[in-house]
């Protein structure tokens, strides 16, 4: 039986389909469309303020990957499988970070007997991709807007972070007045230890909104805001994706913003749990998050 050539749709059905698109809440695409390549953009202008953080996650938001799953997609495909097929009966801390009897995370010291040096692994990290708009955007920012700061806050690990962020030009001059993150270092052999930012031994975190053990993002959040205090910020910015960073946000008011990549973690917890003050822009993309980043780079103080 031949089949059938299905006639194009009509250019007004068309455009009738686009305009629907565009009337869709923003909260509800984010989660359940397909992955746009040309999305509903919503740059719509923010409040000027003189002083204000800006908080990246790293993984699937500065950069355009997850460091730990990276890691091992590049070096060993079969670790990268075990990964997957261990993830549903395994926490993640179980397979990629430290206990107090100090054995290696199990994937790492896998992938150290299979052969791969410091080297293999610093040279996989710096493959790993940042889009230049992103790249672009938090510079153009950061000399636009003098009064600015940024703060990384990740689940990753300092190795990786410090390996990533020099290959991309993001530290000279620094990009970021902190970095928080879970330890790691290297051995004399060439395997890289990691470990909790919160350790096993000690006390734990009270977070009940849904943090991982090693890190409550949002207790981060307040402990740098408390450090920082002097700054006096106006608002507060994050830029984040996963389900990890939603309680962060969730300790954002209403002058403040949260940049939320769609079809991610993070834009199912807001549709589905809400409780969020912060002004929600939604991205897709690197170039969206630099247009976003434009938003916010006219200081008050300009105009006077």
Not at 154 to 174: A, D, R
Not at 192 to 197: D, E, F, K, Q
């Amino acid at each position: 039986m031949m089949s059938q050539r299905v006639p194009p749709r009509p250019a007004s059905d068309r455009r009738t389909t686009q305009a629907e698109l565009f009337m869709v809440d923003q909260r509800d695409l984010a989660v359940h469309s397909i992955v746009l390549e040309d999305p509903p953009l919503d740059f719509a202008p923010l409040p000027e303020v003189s002083s204000q953080l800006v908080v990246f996650d790293f993984d699937w938001s500065l950069a355009d990957q997850d460091t730990d799953r990276w890691v091992h997609e590049v070096l060993s495909p079969r670790l990268r499988i075990e990964f997957v097929q261990k993830k549903p009966t395994m926490q993640f801390t179980d397979m990629w970070y430290v206990y107090a009897s100090n054995q290696s995370a199990y994937l790492l010291e896998e992938l150290h007997k299979e052969g791969h040096s410091r080297e293999a692994i610093e040279d996989a990290l710096r493959s790993m991709p940042m889009h230049p708009a992103m790249i672009r955007g938090v510079r153009t920012l950061q000399t636009s807007h003098p009064h600015t700061d940024f703060f990384l806050l990740s689940n990753s690990n300092e190795v990786y972070i410090q390996t990533i962020l020099p290959s991309k030009g993001l530290t000279e001059p620094p990009l970021f007045k902190e970095i928080v993150t879970n330890p790691a270092h290297w051995e004399p052999n060439g395997l890289l230890r990691l470990s909790r930012r919160i350790s096993p031994d000690g006390p734990q975190h009270s977070c009940r909104v849904g943090c991982s053990a090693n890190m409550c993002k949002g207790d981060e959040l307040d402990a740098y805001r408390a450090r920082h205090a002097s700054s006096h910020y106006q608002r507060i910015v994050y830029v984040g994706d996963g389900g990890n960073d939603f309680c962060p946000i969730l300790r954002l008011g209403k002058n403040d913003a949260a940049f939320v990549r769609r079809n991610r973690g993070l834009s199912k917890r807001i549709l589905e749990e809400g409780g969020v003050q912060c002004t929600v822009r939604y991205w897709s993309g690197a170039w969206e998050v630099e247009q976003l980043l434009r938003l916010l780079s006219a200081p008050a103080s300009a105009s006077t």
